[in-house]
């Protein structure tokens, strides 16, 4: 339940910037691995603010051609000194893979992609509204320090904020904009994520001439495959194969097949539990008569899930600035990871909060020039509210 708060935080011409910047961000392609140019553009708006900006060496870490970004903004008001407490805002500028060229477009007030394709709203919203915050606090200041972390990789598996040092960052706490629901909802509940693949070995052999003497790698995935169950599991749990290749010609008995798939699990032993399942199932399946292929079963345990506590000083600023704003905050679990899982997992103590997006990864994929508004306003709220915290709860 989310209402729209009387008024903004903010005037129309720092909305007519967010909005264009956010436009503009989109433009600039950067799916995992490519996020040099939308860096270089953070990087240019942020010097023009005067704002340092650090660079690490999470690109060559993670095959990307750019590190995580971080930059720090002194939040005194009325030129006094700068403040001890410090928060962290964290957005990621990698996309998805792209189907097709992005052109924002404006359609019944709400931005998407004239072209069949993602827009690039996960996560260029939270990074426009990043920059609209740095914007408003050069200018007006704030009751605390900012922290700005631009991570890469993310859809990969959270590979940026996983090899970040978070023992550099002064905040303790942390913010994240990237959930695509309304804003109003806080994930308190997210996944452990594993990463499985299967890689089938069988004999080539020509597939008219002498198709007995060949062993199919196909095949036996197939079979493998067949055998998993996918989707949905339970409440908390979801397994999906994802990649499939292998074969060299069509009239060639496969010698080799990849497979690669994903367990997601709230409760980590369960998702431990379905994992071996599979790989059992891998296995049982190359070992068919009708196979008799070999297999060798990676499993990767990309990054960890987490339960906030009720009592956590981050989802306590979080609802508070949620409701300063007008939002009814509505705690929700995910089955989706984000950059929280990782910092969390570093000892920062961060919440996942929703960004008004629409359709995910998915053509069609949309944002409302009011839910960028309104994560704007939620967002300088953040600061204050971190700022009114009692002294026993200080940071």
Known sequence: MTARAPESRVGELEHRYLSGTFAELCRIESPSGRERACAERVIAELRGLGVSVQEDGAGELTGSDCGNLLARIPGARGGGSSPSRSLLLCAHLDTVPLQAPVEPVLQDGAWENINEGI?????????????????????????????????????????????????????????????????????????????????????????????????????????????????????????????????????????????????????????????????????EAANLPDCDCDVEVSVERTFSGYRLRPSSRALAVAEAALRSCGHEPVRISSGGGSDANALIAAGLETVNLANGTERAHEPGERVSVAALEEMLDVALALLDQAAALSSDAAL
């Not at 070995?201 to 597939?207: K, P, S, T, Y």
């Not at 949905?232 to 990849?258: F, K, S, Y």
Request: proline content about 4%; charged content about 20%; glycine content about 10%.
């Open 119 to 283: 827009l690039g709203a996960d996560n260029k919203a939270a990074v426009a509204v990043m920059l609209a915050l740095a914007r408003h606090v050069r200018n007006d200041g704030a009751p605390v320090d900012v922290e700005l972390l631009f991570t890469v990789g993310e859809e990969l598996a959270l590979a940026g904020s996983r090899v970040f040092d978070a023992s550099s960052l002064r905040s303790e706490l942390g913010y994240v904009f990237d959930h695509a629901s309304p804003i109003g909802e806080v994930v308190v509940d997210s996944p452990t994520h594993y990463r499985l693949q299967a890689a089938f070995r069988g004999a080539a052999a020509h597939a008219g001439l002498h198709p007995e003497e060949g062993r199919s790698a196909i095949l036996a995935a197939s079979r493998a495959i067949a055998s998993i169950p996918l989707g949905r599991l339970d409440e908390g749990t979801t397994v999906n194969v994802g990649t499939i290749a292998g074969g060299t010609a069509l009239n060639v008995v496969p010698e080799e097949c990849l497979v690669t798939g994903e367990v997601r699990g709230l409760e980590s032993e369960r998702a431990e539990a379905v994992v071996a399942e599979i790989v059992d199932r891998m296995h």
